[in-house]
């Protein structure tokens, strides 16, 4: 039975999470109170059984995670959801998942730290997600949602980019978006194209070959070969699934670049500087991992500055000058995230006139 | 001529990585016989856990997770949970059990998870080179506790069957040995009873099977096997310490 509505909804961008979720046929959910995610759990501990699906509080984040690890293993589709601190605690499962090659969506819904750090928006998580998070070395599925549209849409891409590529795809939203109601419309699931989970752990019946779900390799070249092999998915996953938003950088002569929440203050700061008369566009990668190093690669051949910003020190800063030509700038605005640090569009405004100076 | 003693289906033919004298082995053929009796070789889910127990998928022919160290209980419930209709059982020693993952086990038991905990307890790290465990006992000298284990500064040994025996979700919790044969067809008997009671969806079922580690104890197969005798039994004391059946 299908949880979608045609019509418009107005309703918090954590729930929407989980609503698609549920949509995407999410049968299995694990998680662990904490702020400001808690809407998250508490949907699915009301609709889940509804669904007939498995909603479990669990003792820790580290339980959560590894019942997603076991539910996974077993072929279902199942979620956890946490924030910077449950996240943090979560990086063991989240490395043994990738190195098992198992699929499973976990949402964060960043906060500020580092420790407990507070409640407020913040996107210093960044690093933490696009870079593998736990021990290793690996790389995992990281969409970051603007608006509680995309808090749907992109939950539910999640649950597809990780079946299709067998490895665990995080949702990195923020206290902003999970946290503001927006109208939105429930899409019904894609009909994506799955492939089928022959490796699945469910008990081999008769005359199957046995299935094992496991990270160790101990053989000579076993280690190295599944590496490589990880590899060549992460580059077919750049391929086939960057994803990113233009807006006017036809004509600009400087790109503001950013995600998530903060991406929806620089593109109000952007039409007011349109307004102004300069030549400003925004670039708001939508895929962290991969990072579309191809877009800012071509807007760069022509634009050849461009301003970061973030609500952190600065992040995906790295990412963006690793993308664009050599020849292009790269400057940086960014606040620690902590209450009281959201910048105003008029305040990304200024940081805009300073740096088209440079150009005009 | 009919053939009496078999290979259980349960398991593969092949060699194991077990040190001579070591009763993980022995586990191994009990469990199997377990599923080969009730007939669940084919429904069954292994949860695999860090240290000696990590081989089970070359050991088992049966389909197997292997976990982070001390999170097989949680993994087992997200099995579970997922696949309601299966057999799911987690094969733990007792740093994985007892140390890193006290967590998992504590609250897996108490929710009554429908799984069977197979518990090897050998009173230290096998894989890691013979570590102080949370079982080892009272001035047991390890590589990590060379003057002997000191209850004042390490804490006392767990008795994980009595600990566990405690919490309502718990339908089944017994203390077996390997050290005899009157002991390993006991054990049997017990693991059989676990696996049962996952089948009539009991509750929560619990096995901590003594073992001997020849390798890390610096002994003799037969002085280790003695050692479970003489010490290991009477400070982890064998027998069924909840049984709801009974109740």
């Excluded at chain 1, 670049?257 to 990668?285: D, Y």
């Excluded at chain 2, 059989?192 to 104890?217: D, H």
């Excluded at chain 2, 005798?229 to 109740?247: H, S, W």
Aim: with cysteine.
């Amino acid at each position: 039975m299908s949880t979608a509505a045609a019509e418009k909804i107005f309703i918090k961008g954590n729930e929407a999470v989980a609503m698609a979720a549920i949509e995407a046929d999410c049968r299995c959910y694990f998680g662990y109170p904490i702020t400001p995610q808690s809407e998250i759990p508490e949907y699915f501990a009301r609709e889940l059984p509804k669904m007939g699906g498995e909603f479990l509080q669990a003792e820790s984040e580290i339980g959560a995670i590894n019942m997603l690890l076991g539910a996974s293993a077993a072929g279902v589709r199942a979620m956890t959801s946490s924030s910077g601190p449950g996240i943090s605690l979560k990086q063991e499962g989240i490395s043994y998942m990738a190195g098992s090659e198992l699929p499973g969506v976990i949402v964060d819904v960043m906060r500020s730290g580092p420790g407990l750090g507070g409640i407020d928006a913040s996107q210093a998580d960044y690093f933490q997600a696009t870079r593998g998070g736990g021990h290793g070395g690996y790389r995992i599925v990281v969409l970051a949602p603007a608006s509680v549209q995309e808090m749907y849409d992109l939950t539910m891409l999640a649950f597809d980019l990780s079946d299709i590529y067998r490895m665990p795809a995080m949702v990195l939203a923020d206290s902003v978006v999970g946290q503001m109601k927006e109208s939105i419309i429930a899409n019904p699931r894609p009909q994506t194209l799955l492939p089928e989970k022959k490796w699945v752990v469910r008990g081999r019946g008769e005359g199957e070959a046995q299935n094992v779900v496991k990270s160790l390799h101990l053989g000579d070249g076993e280690m190295e070969a599944f590496h490589w092999q990880m590899q060549a998915r992460y580059q077919e996953l750049a391929d086939k699934e960057s994803r990113w938003e233009e807006v006017q950088t036809d004509d600009a002569e400087l790109i503001v670049t950013a995600f998530g929440s903060t991406s929806r203050i620089a593109k109000t700061a952007v039409a007011l500087a349109r307004e102004a008369g300069m030549k400003v566009g925004l670039m708001r990668p939508i895929t962290l991992f991969p990072f579309p190093q191809k877009a800012y690669a071509a807007l760069s051949e022509r634009c050849k500055l461009f301003l970061d910003i973030e609500l952190s020190t600065g992040q995906m800063v790295d990412d963006v000058r690793l993308s664009v030509a050599r020849d292009a700038d790269v400057a940086f605005y960014g606040r620690p995230p902590g209450a009281g640090s959201l910048p105003t569009p008029e305040e990304l405004f200024e940081q805009i006139k300073k740096n088209y100076r440079a150009v005009a | 001529m009919k053939q009496v003693f078999n290979r259980p289906e349960s398991l593969k033919d092949v060699a194991t990585h077990f040190c001579p004298g070591c009763h993980h082995g022995t586990v191994h053929r009990l469990v199997a016989d377990a599923l080969d009796d009730l007939g669940l070789r084919s429904q069954t889910i292994g949860v695999a856990s860090v240290g000696c127990s990590v081989f089970l998928y070359e050991y088992f022919d049966v389909d197997v997770i292997e976990s982070p160290h001390g999170r097989a209980p949680a993994v087992a419930t997200g099995a579970k949970r997922a696949r309601p209709d299966r057999i799911v059982f987690t094969y733990q020693g007792d740093g994985d059990l007892a140390a890193i993952g006290m967590s998992e086990i504590i609250h897996a038991a108490n929710r009554g998870e429908d799984i069977t905990v197979i518990f090897v307890n050998n009173t230290t790290y096998g894989m890691t080179g013979g570590q102080m465990a949370p079982t080892t006992m009272p001035g047991q000298k390890t590589s990590t506790s060379p003057n002997g284990r000191d209850i004042r500064k390490d804490g006392a040994p767990f008795k994980m069957a009595e600990l566990l025996s405690n919490l309502d979700g718990v339908a089944f919790s017994a203390r077996v040995a390997l050290n005899s044969p009157k002991n390993v067809l006991n054990a049997r008997k017990m693991i059989n009873t676990a696996f049962r009671y996952q089948v009539e969806k009991k509750g929560f079922s619990f096995i901590e099977a003594l073992s001997s580690c020849p390798t890390n104890w610096g002994m003799t197969p037969l002085a280790a096997n003695q050692r479970v005798t003489d010490e290991m039994i009477p400070y982890f004391p064998l027998g069924v310490y909840k049984n709801t059946a009974n109740l």
